[in-house]
């Protein structure tokens, strides 16, 4: 009896503990969701538009990795905010890497919508670059998004579209380097007609067999292809120091 007595005061004890211990957790939690909304409203009245920007894009995606989708969800609408608002005082670069990132973090966070406004906005820029030579750098970066967002027809459609934008390139070993990374990036969309058709776009038989077989060489990944601006969000905003 003694024994029962003593292993039932044992067994409430322990789980007055981890109620305890629970309680303090769910508190601590709490305080941190809360301590991050406050450092992205601050961040909000930051007057430099990048810094602003990045900072709201970094408590974002520590949002996220905490699991804290509501308030990353907020945070992110306020980056949005700040790229619509400063869109002329941030180079082309930023504005697609701004928007490229809100997607890629929104998709983190289960904003679906946000996503594919973000998305959309990328897009609309791109296609307003003018020369058209000069969207070439960032069509992968955009291509690369489009694709986890709404699949690989849909960034196959749009690399594809790019080819006349190479096409543009009045240096031919830079022109050759876009035909190459779009048709990689096709390869991996699935897309080997598409691929292929790009390749063509250059008249030389010995170059497209030379850069066919080079791309299988390493068709695992395909992606190796590097060509252009990287616009994902560890790329251009990422910071170790808000770990």
Aim: aromatic content about 6%.
């Amino acid at each position: 009896m003694r024994n029962l007595l003593l292993w039932v005061s044992v067994v409430g004890l322990a789980a007055w503990l981890m109620g305890c211990q629970g309680a303090n957790g769910f508190r601590s939690a709490d305080r941190a969701s809360r301590l991050m909304a406050m450092a992205g409203a601050e961040a909000a009245q930051v007057a430099a538009p990048r810094d602003r920007l990045s900072r709201q894009l970094n408590i974002a995606h520590m949002q996220n990795e905490q699991g804290y989708l509501l308030s990353a969800r907020s945070t992110l609408a306020a980056a949005a905010q700040t790229l619509r608002e400063t869109d002329k005082s941030l180079d082309v670069q930023i504005r697609l890497a701004g928007w490229v990132s809100v997607s890629e973090l929104s998709r983190a966070s289960r904003d679906r919508a946000l996503a594919a406004s973000a998305c959309r906005q990328a897009l609309d820029i791109l296609r307003t670059i003018d020369p058209q030579a000069d969207r070439c750098q960032f069509v992968c970066g955009v291509a690369d998004e489009i694709r986890h967002l709404h699949g690989k027809a849909a960034s196959a459609s749009l690399l594809r579209e790019a080819g006349d934008w190479a096409a543009s390139i009045d240096n031919l070993a830079l022109c050759r380097e876009a035909y190459r990374a779009f048709a990689a990036d096709l390869f991996l969309c699935d897309d080997y007609d598409g691929g292929l058709a790009m390749l063509r776009r250059d008249g030389d038989a010995a170059w497209r067999s030379d850069t066919l077989a080079a791309l299988a060489s390493q068709a695992l990944p395909v992606r190796e292809v590097q060509f252009g601006q990287s616009l994902n969000f560890k790329a251009n905003f990422y910071s170790q120091s808000s770990k």
